[in-house]
């Protein structure tokens, strides 16, 4: 899980693992092997040890023919570069990648081939046998994006609960983790120039408990950000798995934390914005940036340091947000309409594309790529931004025709805040129905695209929005099991979605709710919500009767 490009079976007897299996350690997959002792051997009890560094031949017991006495790791750059090519077999397996990510990937699906008790993180029975099936499966992704959105905004993450999520990704060999950390519900970054983002606008009074329309209301403070050594040791955290973090700081609407902790980032004109807190509802808010100088330099000053905690050579990519930017009060502030004037802009949307711009032109002289919702298109697209296509297939399919890369993540398909059944027991139904089966046929690659077109199709992420999941159970159940099938997607060559084999895969999921339940994942059964997981007397926001591609 997923499912490899090819498996082979070599043989009928398993081979076992012992107390004396010993690493073979190849150039530039030590990581690798940190990573297979600090989890394999807490799972397993063995201490896989280090073969020496002048022996990498297998040591056979002429005695015990079935048992594993060396595992390889080595870099085959003849390989993909996430590829890999796992071969099980006495008294010697050996997993090689065309990187180090692809002998990550290959430790990964040895781990599953040892069975769900392989992901506790203590032996249950340090006298068991650990068996591995004699096999070579040779495999590498379909995408080299294949990601997955947390919102920490409306609802925080605790750094722990980041980490658990990372692991949770890498289990599933998906290697982009989106990191909304600013929105108008809470400001989640520490930036050392501006304390105030953090002391005032990290916190909100209260919370909307439900939709925006229910009358319930949880009236506990609610709040919480990274400081920068939290940020520094995700990121780290996260590259040891290859994974890719990307960081979102919205501009210039989903603000109002921000204009909060700096009022002079509002549009001062026309609203009293030293009066605003950070919002306790859901929705879109009307207060948005002011399009001035002094908020592109204050933003900038925030960029500076978030390249700093996100370097380039873990990633280029920094997301601006640009979603959803109400513009009444760039209708009514006469200060935004005299900056239209002054730059010879037509209207509103042509603003939002200059302060769009302004970014893109800023990431580009420091080497990184802006990354925006599909909003960025309206009023002209900057020139080397990365569009993320949420509101259905055509703004993807709009920015790959005119030569920009996307990302595919539409709302019918592969938001995971959607609910997954149309039962009256669903917790807090918010959307279109998206079941397993469902996101299990989303096809990332729009047909309306010519082969040329559609290599700008970096790849594919799934997005959890949290304005209704308040803890790390209701993560869980929207997150998993449809994470499993997004991760088939993501890195399978499946054929055309109609013709996908959905109960092979539902048979598989069969031991992956194993392997699930020893990483306790909290996610939603195939028979529907557990009584504690509803949410009754909940208001949601259903969706009912829409075409499946709106």
């Known amino acids: 899980m997923p499912a490899p490009l090819r498996l082979e079976r070599t043989g009928e007897v398993p081979v076992a693992l012992h107390d004396g299996t010993l690493l073979v350690t190849g150039p530039g997959t030590e990581g690798v092997a940190r990573w297979l002792r600090a989890h394999l051997g807490a799972a397993t009890g063995l201490p896989l040890g280090e073969a020496p560094a002048d022996s990498t031949a297998p040591v056979a017991d002429p005695s015990a023919p079935d048992r594993l006495d060396r595992l390889a790791l080595a870099v085959d750059p003849e390989l993909p570069r996430e590829g890999y090519r796992l071969t099980v077999a006495a008294p010697a397996a050996r997993i090689e990648g065309g990187s180090a990510a692809g002998v990550f990937y290959g430790a990964q699906s040895l781990r599953q081939l040892l069975g769900a008790d392989a992901y506790r993180r203590a032996p249950l029975d340090r006298d068991r046998t650990w068996t591995l099936p004699r096999l070579t499966v040779e495999d590498a992704p379909r995408f080299g994006w294949r990601g997955m959105m947390l919102d920490v905004s409306r609802h925080f993450t605790p750094k722990d609960g980041v980490l658990r999520h990372l692991d949770l990704l890498a289990a599933h060999k998906l290697n982009v983790f989106h990191f909304h950390l600013t929105d108008d519900q809470g400001w989640r970054v520490e930036i050392k120039r ?91 808010s009307p207060n948005v940036l002011a399009p001035t100088d002094n908020t592109l330099r204050f933003f900038e000053g925030v960029l500076e340091e978030v390249l700093e905690l996100f370097p380039a050579d873990h990633t280029p990519f920094i997301h601006m947000g640009g979603d959803e930017c109400p513009k009444d009060q760039w209708k009514e502030s006469p200060a935004a309409q005299a900056r239209i004037k002054e730059l010879g802009l037509r209207d509103e949307d042509e603003l939002q594309s200059w302060f769009i711009r302004h970014f893109d032109t800023w990431l580009s002289a420091r080497g990184r790529r802006l990354i925006g919702w599909d909003e960025i298109l309206e009023g002209g697209l900057a020139p080397g931004a990365v569009v993320s296509s949420w509101r259905g297939y055509g703004g993807g399919i709009t920015a790959a025709r005119a030569g920009h890369d996307v990302i595919m993540c539409p709302e019918q398909q592969v938001y995971l805040d959607h609910r997954q059944s149309g039962g009256a027991d669903e917790p807090v139904p918010i959307g279109f129905v998206r079941t397993l089966e469902d996101v299990y046929r989303f096809e990332p690659v729009p047909p309306e695209l010519t082969p040329e077109e559609a290599r700008h199709v970096l790849g594919t992420q799934a997005n959890v929005w949290t304005e209704v999941m308040e803890g790390p159970a209701r993560v869980d159940y929207q997150v998993y099991p449809r994470l499993a099938a997004f991760a088939e997607v993501a890195w399978s060559a499946l054929p055309a979605s109609a013709d996908r084999d959905f109960d092979g895969f539902e048979a598989r999921m069969t031991e992956h709710y194993r392997r699930l339940d020893a990483l306790g994942v909290q996610y939603r059964p195939p028979t529907g919500p557990l009584p504690w997981q509803r949410r009754p007397g909940l208001l949601g926001r259903p969706i009912d009767g829409a075409p499946p591609n709106v």
């Open 194 to 284: 501006y304390p105030k983002l953090t002391q005032d606008g990290a916190w909100r009074s209260r919370t909307k408990w439900g939709h925006r329309a229910s009358p319930l209301w949880d009236d506990k403070p609610h709040g919480g950000f990274y400081t920068q050594e939290d940020i520094r040791e995700i990121v780290a955290y996260a590259a040891e798995r290859h994974i890719r973090v990307i960081p979102e700081i919205d501009v210039p609407g989903h603000s109002q934390a921000a204009i909060t902790a700096y009022p002079e980032l509002g549009n001062t004109d026309v609203v009293d914005t030293a009066s605003l807190s950070v919002w306790d509802n859901w929705g879109v």
